[in-house]
């Protein structure tokens, strides 16, 4: 089954809504940009280490999950292989590449999807 997850702005330890430098070409000036879900798990796939062919895989379904909320799907939908491979990556990652928040983002890729309800049978 797979995960999915509202592409929102993902809160700092402040309560505040989390930012990152965003630049769209090389050479263009770097903007402050609120951090999307999308945005945040897409600096965490760019800074992966892709050694194995499954891991060269998984990051390809998640670039195209992502590529899918860049040409305005909602929501974020990983499938559940690509989930369980991100996890640890993210783990790994997020401490340096967003400090104080890390813990955050990691805890929302973790837990942060939409938890699915059993249907009420007919009777």
Known sequence: MSKI???????GYNGESMRMGV??????????????????MRVILNNAPLQTQQDSI???RLAQALDKVKNGAEPIELEDGVHDWFKPVAEKLTPSIFRVNGNLVYKHICEGFEKVHPGKEKE
């Open 5 to 11: 997850f509202k592409n929102i702005v993902l809160k």
């Open 23 to 40: 630049r769209e070409n090389e050479g263009d000036p770097i903007e402050l940009k609120e951090a999307k879900l999308d945005s945040v």
């Open 58 to 60: 998984n990051g390809m």
